[in-house]
């Protein structure tokens, strides 16, 4: 079970993050808890430890099917998040943020929206298919290719306008996301 336990998203929840419960699946943990507290004040037997560990195991799957349903059920709250996210990113973007600090972590944007990055990428995969930093590599394409098509600054001046430190990693991930060069992209234009 020590080994298994790492599976569960949910024990990387902040402090001001919950597990949204109705009445029913409520019911259904408080139930087990019940069921854990009965059998460690009964007698102990050679059975105890295993229908222990057993309980537990089955509150933390509940526990973890009631955490990925949340992400179906609360869609009017996620979307705000998600409008929120972009919202972040493209403030983020159109400042000057990119050359001072470079780009945000996952870290920097779950901060500041105010939630753990484990919440923030699973609300993300459920919503969008796509993990934080595919937001992020996401917005950053977009911005390139902006600057690739509306101005006539060089590859290496538009990879540090983005805060990169190399040019040469600025191209490699373009090519890897568009399956062209940012040159190549560029003459599309012309």
């Known amino acids: 079970m020590a080994k298994r336990i790492k599976q569960y998203d949910f024990f990387g929840y902040a402090v001001h993050e919950s597990l949204f419960l109705s009445e029913k699946e409520e019911r259904a943990i408080i139930g087990i808890l019940q069921y854990i507290k009965q059998e460690y004040h009964s007698n102990i037997d050679k059975f105890s430890r295993g229908i222990i560990i057993s309980q ?5 799957n509940y526990a973890e099917r009631f955490y990925h349903r949340q992400f179906i059920t609360r869609n009017i709250t996620n ?6 996210l972009e919202n972040l990113l493209t ?4 400042s000057t943020a990119l050359l001072e600090r470079g780009l945000p972590t996952v870290h920097d944007i779950s901060d ?3 939630m753990s990055p484990n919440y923030l990428s699973s609300l993300l995969k459920t919503l969008t298919g796509q ?9 950053l394409l977009e911005k390139a290719k902006e600057k690739l098509s509306t101005t006539a600054l060089s590859v290496s001046e538009i990879a540090y306008d983005l805060g990169f430190e190399h040019p040469q990693s600025f191209s490699k ?4 996301k568009t399956a062209m060069t940012p040159l ?7």
Do not use: G, P, V, W
């Open 56 to 60: 537990i195991e089955l509150l933390l």
């Open 79 to 84: 979307h705000k998040i998600l409008d929120r």
């Open 91 to 94: 403030d983020y973007f159109n």
């Open 112 to 114: 500041k929206l105010h």
């Open 131 to 139: 993990s934080t930093q595919q937001h992020i590599h996401d917005k």
């Open 173 to 176: 991930l373009f090519k890897t």
């Open 184 to 190: 190549a992209f560029r003459r599309t234009f012309n």
